[in-house]
């Protein structure tokens, strides 16, 4: 089993900047793919991000690229989200979720562990 808690949510100002982090515990973040997910009101759950379980590799959503940062800290066995350049089309809450194997996906199904979520609100 594997437990994932975020945090570093809140609320941040258009053109600004937020941290989340998420804590993995059960396996060690080096075994998993890492993804990041957002969910807005009466919108579907849609990709943001992923890191390989090597954190040689990431990939994002085209909405998120060149503003959005994923890293990993394998002593930590903690995963990060950077978010700069923040727009208020990126308030939702963001969910922090893992796989077995190397292989990024974009499909939530894809993912068999998640976090609780963390509420991120971007005024403008």
């Known amino acids: 089993q594997v437990q994932l808690v975020e945090s570093g949510g809140g609320v941040g100002q258009a053109g600004g900047s937020l941290r989340l982090s998420c804590a993995a515990s059960?396996?060690?973040?080096?075994?998993?793919?890492m993804g990041w997910f957002r969910q807005a009101p009466g919108k579907e759950r849609e990709f943001v991000g992923g890191l390989t379980r090597s954190g040689r590799s990431t990939s994002y959503a085209d909405s998120v690229k060149g503003r959005f940062t994923i890293s990993g800290d394998n002593a930590k066995n903690t995963v990060y989200l950077q978010m700069n350049g923040l727009k208020p089309e990126d308030t939702a809450v963001y969910y922090c979720?893992?796989?077995?194997?190397?292989?990024?996906?974009?499909?939530?199904?894809?993912?068999?562990?998640w976090g609780q979520g963390t509420q991120v609100t971007v005024s403008s």
């Open positions: 059960g396996r060690t973040f080096s075994s998993l793919a």
């Open positions: 979720a893992a796989r077995s194997g190397n292989v990024i996906r974009s499909l939530a199904t894809e993912y068999a562990y």
